[in-house]
């Protein structure tokens, strides 16, 4: 990104430099900025700009000037610089706190403290690419949309350099009602499919397999970035020495890439079903609502886990309907799963889906609520904007963009590996721990909870018990899929 440092020498060696000094002022209000220089110690809010040089030191060596000091860089940690200026070029390394060079910052002597950029012209370009692309154009009629692109302008007019754009939609778009947006710029931007590809590029280490005794083993997958044989290398080995409880832990999985998490669910689901459709702005031109499941299962479903195909699909369809197959090996044992409030994007279908097929129990805390399907797309002068273009629903319609999944079981996330194996370890049942629920929420009586009842013979027996308007939700305590079902509480 660009911007323009201002040197300011109080002697021929010592001196000072940072970009231009309104734009905290222009990005959060002057009475902020104000308040946030005598009250902080940061050096943007003191200096209310986003760059910032201090302790430099200069000499002469060889014929150019050497300097050192210490940059600050908006929230980053400070880098230690030891830069060059020779025949008008600045070269800064940026050094972090173990003396590892992460980055370089290059400079030409500026003419004037002009606007680096047309930046309203950009902010122009990207509200259009915005309302061209986004997932469904109702969007672009909120009150917080609304007030992101009154923002935003403001912000192309008063933008001096890239920070001031790009930090700009940072902060006002913390309150889009959606997820997968971003801004930024680059000198050489990917395109196309390479973009993509780097985007979901598989890497190594992201599956890992640890027992925890004879019985139980422990599945952790980093993130999906991860190739299906990955995932079939260590199921294999689950069915080999044929585990009784497996662990799958997603604490921490920020998502990636469909082939990890479709290639895991043949190993699990009990029967074939649809796991989600994603709908794009040409779905919802032509539809005011998500199909209904009977709709879904007339729709032809994706079964490739390319993810160049998926976009295509996405692009050409306006939708893309994904179903989970059962594998030709099934794992048959207990299956747990463990959420936190990172576990987002890939990870949200795939716990839905678990968590709602009944064949797995849902244990940590609610996932991230981001899921959507973005793309990027180019902008004038090296900007790049991501954009979510294709929102998802589940079977029965309902969104996981800002509402995430809840675990059948609340507990902290870095709790719940430990809290699950010593469950197992002493052999405590499901039922008594659902029982727990229904006692500390609801005065059943003489109700007791018996194993052959159906969910609707249940809610009724509770609902005549309180004799008031009911207080619970019994689905949100029990791990039953529906009404009518019959289902048998089984030990832990």
Known sequence: MRSTLDFRFSNEKNFKASSHRKAVKN????????????????????????????????TMSNGKVVFTGTLDIVVTPAFQCNGTLENGR?????????????????????????????????IM?????????IYDRRVLETKQWKTFAKKMTEAGQNAKDDLDLVFAFFTHSKNLPFTHKSLFRAERPNAGAAQIKQRFAFRSGQVSLEEKTPETVVLRIKSFHCPGRDVDSVMQIVLAKNYQNLIVDIRGNSGGSLEGGMTLAQYLVPEETPTGVYLT???FNEHPAPPTASELATMPDFTKADVLEFLETLDEQGFVVLKARPGPQRFTGKVFLLTDGRSASACEPLAWNLKNSGRVTMVGEATAGAMLSASSYPLR????????????????????????????????????????????EKGTSLRDKFRDKFHMQVDLGSFRLQSELTLKEISERVHNSLKSK??????DMLPFRGWGAAWQLTDF
Do not use: H
């Open 470 to 475: 009911q207080l619970c939700t019994l689905s």
């Open 381 to 424: 002068s090296g900007f790049t904007a991501v954009i979510p273009n294709a929102d998802y629903y589940t079977p029965d319609g309902n969104r996981l963009d800002k509402v995430g999944v809840q675990p059948n079981i609340k507990v902290k996330g870095e709790d719940a590996l430990d809290y699950l194996l010593e469950r197992l």
């Open 125 to 133: 370009d990207l509200l259009a690419t915005y309302e061209k692309r």
């Open 281 to 283: 702005q040409k779905w």
């Open 27 to 58: 990005l959060i209000g002057g009475f902020k900025a104000g308040t946030a220089k005598w009250f902080s110690q940061k050096p943007m809010l003191i200096s209310g700009a986003f760059l910032n040089l201090s302790e430099g030191k200069a």
């Open 90 to 122: 600045l070269l800064i390394p940026l050094l972090n706190s173990k003396g590892k060079n992460v980055g370089v910052i290059e400079g030409v002597r500026a003419n004037s403290p002009a606007p680096i950029d047309e930046y309203s012209i950009i």
